[in-house]
């Protein structure tokens, strides 16, 4: 049990180690990103795949900055927000919220310190983006003792995330899937 979460740990912080957020320097529109490993790419097999390329290119979007960092928590978010360089932009998208589940943060606080770093964001587009994470508690990067209480957690973080949007008047990606959905959990080494 410990080698196998040992070595799962490794080949996280490998893939961490290894990935590079996507930029793209160019002219208007521009993309702002800040975010977590999600928001760097994580997992992608190369930049040009990730979330926020594949959303520039959707948007048609000519510049892209991305101050994404992996291992980046919600109290992370104002400093990598203050990096941008544009008056506005057409989208900005955060994506950040595991690691702030991964270390049982409470929700409703992490949705409040996010609050004024997304009323920010929408004084500077009319798109503002919030995507988290999916079900945490469907990862087998963790021993299965503590999946049930990431499931339960994550369940909270969304209705959180879901109603802050709705207050501020930005989109929420609930990337959630239920359990006996969750390609995750239904094919774990796939």
């Known amino acids: 049990m410990n ?7 490794h080949i996280s912080r490998t ?22 490993s999600t928001g760097v790419g994580v997992g992608a097999l190369q930049s040009e ?6 959303l520039a290119s959707y948007l048609n979007i000519g510049s892209v900055e991305n101050y994404s960092i ?9 400093a990598q927000f203050a990096k941008g360089t544009c008056e ?9 919220g595991a690691n702030d589940i991964i270390r049982f943060h409470s929700s409703r606080k992490v949705a409040m310190a996010l609050k004024p770093t997304l009323i920010k964001a929408k004084e500077k587009s ?5 995507m988290s994470a999916g079900n945490v508690g469907g990862a087998i990067l963790f021993p299965k003792i503590l ?4 499931h339960a957690l994550t369940l909270r ?7 802050l949007a709705k207050e501020i008047g930005i989109i929420y990606l609930n990337l959630y899937t239920p359990p006996e959905n969750d390609p995750f959990i239904k094919e774990p080494e796939e």
Do not use: C
């Open 3 to 9: 080698f196998l979460f040992g070595s799962r740990i």
């Open 15 to 36: 893939l961490a180690r290894s990935a590079k957020p996507y930029q793209k320097t160019g002219a208007s529109p521009a993309l702002l990103v800040v975010g977590d």
């Open 49 to 54: 795949d990730s979330v926020a390329a594949l």
């Open 70 to 78: 992996s291992g980046a928590q919600i109290k992370d978010m104002e």
């Open 88 to 96: 506005r932009y057409a989208a900005i998208l955060f994506q950040v």
């Open 126 to 130: 009319d798109l503002v983006i919030h």
């Open 147 to 150: 999946r049930p209480f990431y």
């Open 157 to 163: 973080y969304h209705k959180a995330f879901t109603n």
